[in-house]
Structures are given as C-alpha cells and as structure tokens.
C-alpha cells in the first residue's frame, strides 16, 4: 500500500481553505462541507484497503496457433467480489516474440466495477513467426482522491505459436526421397532395425543419449557411444537452419517442403539442431498436429549467427546416414553423405 503524500497535502489545503472561510468571511453553510469531506476519508480509505486485495485478474488468449499476419485476440479479466468500485485501475503488460527477444511493454486504464466479473481483449498484429508471449506485470489501483494506492504483481503469461504463412509449393520432384540410409532409430520409426553394435567409440557432442554405453562409461570414467549397424530404411531428413537473419524465409520455406512430401504421402522427418547444448531431436511429420508439435519446439530453440550450422554438427556427430534436406532461407539442398546432390539435372 502506497499514500501519495502530495495528494494528501492537497486534500488538507482544501479543508483548511474551507475552514479559514467560515472562520474569516463568516460563509456559515460551508460548514456543511466539512462534515462529508472529514468522514468520506476516514471510510473509504480503510475499506479500500480491505477490499483492494480481494480483486483477482488472469489473462489468456481465444486462439492457440495463428498464422503469420493475422491478428492475435489476448485477453485480460477480472473479478470484483466486493460492493467496492475501483474507478481507476491501470494493468502494465508486456507483448515480446521469445525467437526474436523483441518485447514491448504497455499499459490499459479499466475501471472495475463492484460485484462484476468482466473480460477486456487485446488484439496483437503478427508479422513474424515466433512464440508470441502475453505477459501481466503489475495492476496498480488507486483510492479515494488519489491519496493511497496498491500495487499486485501479475505473473501470468501466455504463449501462442505464430506459424509461418502459407507459401507456394517447393518443388521436391526430383528429390530421390525414396532411397537412403539410416542408422540405428527408436523403434517408433519406420524401417528395418538393427540391434548390432559395430563399435564403441567416444562420445562426441550431438549423439543422443540412449546411444551412450553407461556401464562402459562408468569403469573408463568418460562417455562411451554405441555405434550401431545400418540399416535400409526410407526416410528423408529434413534440416532447418535455424540462423537468424534467415528464419523467417526459412520456417516459411520448410512449411512448404513438409505440406508438399506430406500430400504426395512420403515418410520424412524433421530434424531440429539445438546449438546450446549441440543436440538433434527428430520429428516423424505425418500429420497437421504433427508439423505444429515441431514448430512449437523450435521456436524455444535458440537462433545462430553461422550459415549451415546444423547441417555441419549432423554430419560431424554421426547422426542418421540418410538423404538430407537443408532448409536455409529460400534454398532448399539435397546431401547424400555429406555431398551436395544437385536436384535440378
């Protein structure tokens, strides 16, 4: 609870400019003024504070996943259980796309009402693909004649995914996505599987944890990974780079690739490089929910600086030995063991 001292010193300076009339120019009714303006305070002020805490406030979105463009619906409510108005409410929010580290913080002056619940919405335009967040602040109410407030911190926050615009059809025609070779995988993959171990050799960043050899690694002290045998499958991977002047063309891009080898009805995946902690997770793309599943993940992936970084550490950390397919900008190139295959002859 805050007493604004200036607006107190103001209240009094008009009780005392009130009494030095009656006193000196002897304006008897104005007596009368004294009465209600020494009272209201000594009411309102004690039961503003008893009430102000009992005021609740959330917030939430109407829609869960938007295209780019489009207009995101936040809203903010509130509930009033108490015969108490609060005629001067203002509710501090911020607005900031987690991929890019943008944030804008801003303000929306309500007035609450007593017993009342009400829902007051926010639109937000979208120009980027990203993890857009609706963050509460604070609320701060001011009392009666400005003279006291209170301030209650908010802590919800609501992300909402931005998924890329609908673009043209990439061509994948001449991609020989039926072919390829692929090693050792979950078993929730298609595929023939091998369960051989062709060697054992030092962890190297990337390399997925159920591939390390735990008992080996604890008598030599050090990570020890399983090499496994290969095994013909038919899978594409699909490589995003997730460099940062480019991931806008680049979501956009690999949108267009996955809605393309899903409505020829092809078997690819999704594989997503996350350069803090130099790790690949895969994401089999059969369905609309799918596709969304891998979009929300990447937008908490952090972004890069390097050009063809995720394609380098795949390679480099023996990762699966199939077609791969990185999506940088508006580019899309065809590797078959780490050489370019030139799509277009």
């Known amino acids: ?179 390829g070779y692929d090693e050792y995988t979950e078993p929730d993959l298609k595929g023939s599987l091998s369960s051989d171990v062709k060697e054992i050799r030092e962890y190297r960043p990337g390399d997925r944890m159920s591939r390390i050899h735990w008992k080996l690694s604890a008598k030599i002290d050090e990570l020890a990974v399983k090499e496994m045998e290969r095994t013909s499958v038919m899978s594409l991977i699909l490589v995003p780079e997730l460099e940062k002047s480019q991931i806008s063309d680049t979501a956009e891009n690999l949108d267009a690739l996955c809605r393309e080898l899903s409505e020829k009805g092809e078997r690819f995946e999704v594989c997503l490089y996350n350069d803090a902690v130099c790790s690949f997770d895969y994401y089999v793309i059969d369905d609309e929910e799918s596709l969304n599943n891998c979009y929300r993940d990447m937008y908490y992936l952090p972004l890069y600086d390097e050009e063809d970084k995720a394609k380098n550490a795949y390679y480099s950390s023996g990762q699966k030995s199939s077609l791969l397919v990185m999506v940088y900008g508006k580019k899309v190139s065809l590797f078959e063991d780490g050489i370019e295959v030139d799509i277009n002859k």
């Open 1 to 179: 609870m805050k007493i604004h001292v200036w607006s107190v010193i103001r209240y009094l300076f008009i009780f005392i400019l009130i009494v030095f009339f009656v006193i000196v120019f002897k304006q008897n009714f104005l007596v009368f003024l004294l009465f209600p303006y020494v009272i209201l305070p000594a009411v309102l002020i004690p039961a503003f504070i008893v009430n102000v805490k009992k005021i609740g406030i959330n917030g939430g979105a109407v829609v869960s996943d938007i295209e780019v463009g489009s207009n995101i619906l936040f809203f903010t409510e509130y509930s009033n259980p108490t015969y108490y108005p609060f005629l001067k409410c203002i509710i501090q929010f911020s607005i900031h796309n987690m991929y890019f580290g943008t944030e804008k913080d801003d303000i929306l002056n309500i007035g609450i009402m007593p017993k009342s619940k009400d829902k007051i919405n926010i639109s937000v335009r979208t120009s980027k693909i990203g993890m857009v967040v609706f963050e509460g602040k604070s609320m701060q109410i001011t009392g009666f004649m400005g003279m006291v407030s209170y301030r209650q911190y908010l802590n919800f926050s609501v992300p909402v995914a931005v998924f890329p615009g609908k673009t043209e059809h990439v061509d994948v025609a001449e991609i020989p996505y039926s072919e």
